[in-house]
């Protein structure tokens, strides 16, 4: 079984839900009281395809401007870019487009975009219209979806989304390979010891564990 690992980061204004979302996947939980990101965090989950297994190693970053020029340490490196605004606050919508500019000047490989409008529960306080964000999602090549990570709706569709356009690239022609990491984890005896081959593991469609998640400081300033 082919088994491909990528770098997943998570960018989006300060409050969209992207912490709420990767919480709710990797945690199966919603936390009422989550605390704004702190320079960013790191979760890793799993999730298996028929043609590969996935590995995805998620950066989280933090919404508040102060921590917005420690991006690009997070997005450089990224196979896939998890772009997430808030559908009951139209200028978060406007914030992806300057994150998708910015992705374009300095990423230079391919890179999965999913386009996520989150909090779809407060339908009654919406701002952007599920037309527009699919639109703007064909026009920048990613794919769209609208989910609550509260109500625990679209969340699995986004990672299997981005699972899928990381097997993809990866099975692309060489000269698009990024920096995926790509292996046959049997022939290659490369497996490791948080992928096991049981059975039960091969059962389920999909493994999230938070690995650990990291508050990093940013730089002190002089
Ligand atoms: N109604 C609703 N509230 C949500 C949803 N997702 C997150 N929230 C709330 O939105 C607020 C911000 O959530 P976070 O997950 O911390 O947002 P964030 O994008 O990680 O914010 P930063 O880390 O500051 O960038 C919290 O009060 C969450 O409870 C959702 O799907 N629906
Ligand atoms: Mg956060």
Redesign the pocket.
């Not at 989910?147 to 109500?151: C, D, H, P, V």
């Given at each position: 079984m082919r088994t491909v690992e990528g770098k997943v980061v998570v960018l989006?204004?300060?409050?969209?839900?992207?912490?709420?979302?990767i919480?709710?996947y990797v945690g199966k939980m919603?936390?009422?009281?989550?605390?704004?990101?702190i320079g960013a965090s790191f979760f890793t989950c799993k999730v298996n395809l028929e043609e590969a297994r996935v590995k995805l190693q998620v950066w989280?970053?933090?919404?508040?401007e102060r921590f917005r020029s420690m991006a690009p340490m997070y997005y450089r490196s990224a196979n896939a870019a998890l772009l997430?605004f808030?559908l009951t606050q139209y200028n978060t919508f406007t914030a992806i487009k300057t994150w998708v500019n910015e992705l374009r000047r300095n990423i230079e490989g391919p890179m999965v975009l999913v386009l996520v409008g989150?909090?779809?529960?407060?339908e009654n306080q919406r701002k952007v219209d599920p037309e527009e964000g699919r639109k703007y999602a064909v026009n920048i090549g990613a794919t769209y979806y609208e989910?609550?990570?509260?109500?625990n709706e679209g969340i699995e569709q986004v990672f299997l989304a981005i699972a899928i356009g990381l097997a993809k690239l990866s099975s692309g022609s060489r000269d698009l390979m990024t920096s995926l990491r790509v292996y046959d984890s049997v022939s290659s005896g490369l497996s490791s010891p948080d992928m096991p081959l049981s059975p039960s593991s091969e059962e389920s469609t999909t493994d999230k564990s938070i690995a650990f998640a990291i508050q990093e400081r940013p730089p002190a300033c002089c």
């Open positions: 989006g204004s300060q409050g969209v839900g992207k912490t709420s979302m919480v709710r919603f936390n009422h009281h989550i605390n704004p990101t989280d970053t933090a919404g508040q997430v808030d989150n909090k779809s529960d407060l989910t609550s990570a509260l109500q």
